[in-house]
């Protein structure tokens, strides 16, 4: 299983200089990456691009050698720092799971989630909460390659570790690919197999 980036190039229209230049990344499901970079260096972005929720960029990305499709369920999964904003605020957390999947109740147990928050309203929950939601709607079945965005900036270091721990269970149960998103060194030390400094690709 790969996820291939090349010469993947990136500016907002409104810029002048690129934000992303010449970038060339191959992973695949053998180890747990992580990419290192600064904040406003360009990590979001290319998460959004590896995923394929971003497309307006120069070069190209494939998985197992295909382009990435536009339309349908994502088998590129990214979970984003902040829950609250992928989250239809309207919807009871019950809802937001059941949009991606059923999730079976040893799952639910596994990520310290309550069977009353599944009543409640994103609103009502606390960051770390609803990031576990957020993480469980990204673990779909049909699922082949998550990236974590920054995903526990926001978490007390507890959480974090559960979080994680949980996470990385189901990556290798799955033999699924798997790129941690961080600027925290330590946590990418202890995470991963190998790392990846944006600035050492980003021709910039």
């Known amino acids: 299983m790969e996820l291939k980036a090349t010469n ?19 992973l695949d499901n053998n180890k747990i990456m992580g990419l290192i970079g600064d904040s406003g260096s360009g ?5 959004k691009i590896l995923s394929g ?10 998985f197992d050698g295909k382009a ?8 590129i999964q990214l979970i984003y ?4 904003k992928v ?17 079976p109740d040893d799952i639910l147990n596994e990520f310290g989630i309550q ?3 599944l009543t409640r309203f994103p609103q009502e929950l606390s960051g770390g909460e609803l990031q576990r939601f957020s993480v469980l709607r990204s673990l779909n079945p049909k699922t082949k390659f998550l990236i974590a965005d920054e995903m526990t900036t926001m978490l007390d270091a507890i959480t974090q570790v559960q979080i994680l721990d949980s996470v990385l269970k189901v990556v290798k149960q799955r033999k699924m690919g798997f790129l941690l998103v961080s600027h925290d060194m330590d946590l990418v030390d202890t995470i991963c197999d190998d790392k990846i400094y944006l600035k050492d690709i980003n021709g910039v």
């Open 81 to 84: 720092q902040h829950p609250e």
């Open 8 to 26: 993947i190039s990136f500016k907002y229209p409104t810029a002048k200089n690129y934000l992303l230049k010449d970038i060339n990344l191959t």
């Open 43 to 47: 990590k979001s972005t290319l998460c």
């Open 68 to 75: 990435l499709p536009n339309k349908g369920f994502k088998s």
């Open 53 to 62: 929720y971003v497309t307006n960029y120069e070069g190209a990305v494939t």
């Open 87 to 103: 989250m239809n605020p309207k919807w009871k957390m019950e809802q937001v799971l059941k949009e991606s999947w059923d999730v």
């Open 115 to 117: 069977k009353s928050w």
